[in-house]
């Protein structure tokens, strides 16, 4: 979909898997149940066996008054300070009064438009497929089941060279059109919100820490009124995170990990801050930017990255398509002298592609950090997790 091409294959090419407005002012109102999001981050944590000194904080919440839920999102983008705010009251029941907000939306949404791959999976999981009409690029989607949806005619497609398709978006009459922001020119909510689409954005991308993003699929659950179903499965993910993560922090070793490939002459590596950075030493790798204090991507060139590359022990998702250590040799001549290429330790996220080319990491990894950290311990510590079963990484063979 649109953030695949305009985010994901930056990750693809750049940043693998690194990972981004103005509302009203709530009036007061009487509150019925507690809040999900940083508010309640410790008791999220407690919950899923996540040590306090670990808390979950993605960049929304979930307060639920009487009658309604307010759903605000303060983490749209690097550097965004506006917040987004979206009112969420029962289908067949008037809208509150008295109350400032993006949008007001009747819930359970029956009809919604996906413009980004990673919330697919956040619907399949409680059951809500079937309420996708439309999505930003079906080439890059990697479900079976929506795939055989969009091949049914039941799911289409929404965009036209890279832009949304106002005139289709405006004829499928979605209750709810899930996108994002990046800040920049590429943003495609803008031109939606002209035409009174209702536009709501997530800010999972932005999030540094693998469970928070997870935690996104509790903000989608909550349209459909089924939020509680999502943080179960949230909160059993982040014990399972946590467990491998101790196993992991137990290793005497620590590899050191290089990551990305050369792309028109400019190598992209993860800041040390971000979230690639994160799950590699969650896994027990020591990432050869860990001294770097960004959360985005470094714009290197090619002769800046050998100084610290000639050190890896691990290289991990080089080039995008890539199937033998023949063709990233084949990419610079000066491969060849890398001692981890020589050795044969180059892995990449293509494991799971459909035969149309989409990868699943791109869709269903963000939902399941848990099985991506279990990937690269098995990678960076084969003796932690003997006979594991890759999910998403594949090692290249000569």
């Known amino acids: 979909m649109r953030r695949t091409v305009g985010i994901f294959l930056a990750f693809l090419f750049i940043a ?5 407005a103005q509302s009203g002012g709530l009036q007061a109102g009487s509150q019925t149940g507690a809040q999900i999001g940083p508010q309640t981050s410790v008791q999220i944590a407690a919950q899923a066996g996540v040590p306090a000194g670990s808390q979950i904080r993605a960049g929304f919440s979930i307060e639920q008054r009487t009658g309604y839920k307010i759903l605000t999102v303060s983490n749209l983008w690097p550097g965004a300070n506006a917040t987004r705010t979206y009112v969420l009251y029962p289908r067949g029941s008037q809208p509150p009064k008295d109350i400032k907000a993006d949008l007001f939306i009747q819930v359970p949404v029956q009809r919604v438009v996906l413009y980004s791959t990673t919330y697919i999976p956040a619907l399949e999981g409680i059951g809500e497929l079937e309420a996708i009409v439309g999505v930003d690029n079906a080439s890059y989607v990697y479900s079976p089941a929506l795939r055989e949806r ?12 890279w832009m949304p398709d106002i005139e289709r978006l405006i004829a499928l009459k979605p209750d709810v059109i899930f996108n994002y922001g990046l800040g920049n020119e590429w943003d495609t909510f803008p031109k939606m919100q002209e035409v009174g689409l209702p ?5 999972d991308w932005n999030e540094q820490d693998p469970i928070a993003r997870a935690q ?22 982040a014990k399972a995170y ?19 490939g050369p792309f028109r002459g400019i190598w992209t590596v993860s ?13 027990g790798g020591d990432y050869l930017w860990a001294d770097s204090k960004d959360t985005g991507g470094l714009n290197l060139s090619i002769e800046a990255v050998f100084e610290r590359a000639m050190r890896a022990d691990i290289w991990l998702n080089p080039v995008y398509g890539a199937n033998r250590i023949a063709d990233i040799r084949a990419l610079d001549p000066r491969f060849a002298a890398l001692p981890v290429l020589q050795k044969g330790q180059i892995w990449t996220n293509e494991l799971r592609m459909s035969p149309g080319g989409s990868n699943d990491y791109f869709e269903s990894a963000v939902m399941n950090p848990n099985l991506v950290l279990a990937d690269l311990i098995a990678i960076f510590h084969p003796e932690l997790l003997p006979g594991h079963k890759f999910m998403y990484y594949k090692k290249l063979n000569e």
Request: proline fraction near 1%; charged fraction near 20%.
């Open 271 to 283: 800041g040390g801050q971000s979230f690639m950075a994160r799950i590699i030493q969650d896994a």
């Open 16 to 20: 693998s898997t690194c990972a981004f």
């Open 150 to 161: 969009i091949q049914a005619g039941k799911v289409i497609e929404t965009s036209k060279n």
């Open 242 to 260: 946590t467990t491998l993560k101790s196993l992991a922090a137990g290793s005497a070793t620590r590899p050191k990990v290089l990551v990305n």
């Open 216 to 237: 996104w699929a509790v903000f989608i659950a909550a349209f459909f009124n089924k939020e509680e179903k999502a943080l179960e499965r949230v909160n059993a993910l």
């Open 199 to 203: 536009v709501v954005l997530l800010g």
